[in-house]
């Protein structure tokens, strides 16, 4: 799973504090653990709503991509991807 999070840092970079952007950590074990506790039958469900959940728990964020790739999907290929961005 791949995300992607877009927010204002200019105070966080003016000012070198976190409390102006996000807990990277924090995000990562937060989603790791609604994934693990979720159960959804399509991969683009998965997105979606990992998707939607970043843009709940994290007010600060502007818009959230989510993508996730099967590189063993489809025979002789790269593989299959499904992403989502949503914006506020």
Request: proline share 3%; glycine share 2%.
């Amino acid at each position: 799973m791949n995300i992607s999070v877009w927010l204002d840092f200019t105070l966080a970079a003016r000012n070198e504090d976190l409390a102006h952007s996000i807990d990277y950590v924090q995000l990562a074990d937060d989603v790791q653990d609604f994934v693990c506790r979720s159960s959804f039958q399509l991969e683009e469900t998965l997105v979606v709503e990992t998707c939607k959940y970043i843009l709940n728990h994290y007010p600060k964020t502007i818009a959230a991509e989510v993508s996730v790739r099967k590189p063993l999907a489809i025979p002789q290929s790269a593989g299959a991807e499904s992403s989502i961005k949503i914006i506020r």
